[in-house]
């Protein structure tokens, strides 16, 4: 399944999605073993930024969120349903229940 989260905030989207990438920071044993978040800015015609997996190891970094402004609200979507505890974790400590709201998606 996917998840899109919708948080209703008037603070801008790489804002939102810092404080996931802040939350989602593993520092191991060893000095070279990190694991974290980390945004980029998206690289087609809309304003958006992407949410991607690093660790010292990979070569490259898996995409798990996509991050963007609809209207009054922040979305941040297609969320792995495995990932959601590294979202929503963060997301209701920062902004509340009230203000956090998610849609589950079966994939096709």
């Known amino acids: 399944m996917t998840i899109w989260f919708y948080v209703k ?4 989207p790489t804002s939102v999605g810092q404080i996931i990438c802040d939350f989602n920071f593993i520092q191991g ?5 990190k694991y974290s978040y980390v945004m980029e800015k ?5 304003e958006y ?26 979305v941040v979507s297609e969320v792995a349903d495995d ?15 009230e203000n956090v709201k998610w849609i589950v998606v079966p994939k096709s």
């Open 42 to 46: 998206g690289k087609g015609e809309t």
């Open 49 to 74: 930024w992407e949410i991607r997996s690093r660790y010292a190891d990979w070569k490259e970094m898996p995409l798990v969120a996509l991050v963007y402004r609809a209207g009054d609200t922040v």
């Open 29 to 33: 044993e060893h000095p070279e073993d």
């Open 83 to 97: 990932l959601a505890p590294n979202f929503i974790d963060p997301l209701l400590e920062k902004y509340g229940f």
């Open 9 to 12: 905030t008037s603070e801008n």
